[in-house]
């Protein structure tokens, strides 16, 4: 009667620690759950927030271009107007020079 009681008791202990546990395990597999979607979720959004700035940078470098594009063509008509500068200098230099060179043979002449 005792080991029939005994036996039935440990069984009775067993089951109950076993539905508990159970009923532990369950819960930790929920909130793990609960947290791998919530972890997908913020991935998916982080990924949408990179493709964002990915597009707003590849827009960036596009203007970028553009604008170097722009600064090259000012830097040479930049070159060609020096150069038309330094020959209207050399063209004025010799204009003088005449002038001068006529001014000394009218004096030369008065």
């Known amino acids: 009667m005792f080991f029939e009681w005994s036996l039935l008791s440990f069984v009775t ?4 620690f076993l539905f508990v546990k159970m009923f532990y395990f369950k ?16 991935l998916k959004e982080a990924e ?6 990915q597009i707003q940078l590849q827009r960036s470098l596009g203007n970028v271009d553009i604008l170097t594009d ?3 063509k000012l830097r040479n008509e930049l070159k060609v107007l020096k150069q038309r500068n330094s020959q209207h200098r050399v063209e004025t230099d010799k204009l003088r020079s005449k002038i001068k060179e ?5 004096d030369a002449l008065l």
């Not at 202990?13 to 109950?16: E, G, K, R, W, Y």
């Not at 949408?48 to 700035?53: A, E, G, N, Q, S």
């Not at 006529?102 to 009218?106: A, F, P, S, T, V």
């Open 48 to 53: 949408i927030l990179i493709r964002k700035y």
């Open 27 to 42: 819960n930790i597999t929920y909130k793990e759950q609960k947290s791998n979607e919530l972890m997908k979720l913020t």
């Open 102 to 106: 006529l001014e000394g043979r009218i």
């Open 70 to 72: 722009e600064l090259n």
């Open 13 to 16: 202990l067993a089951a109950i």
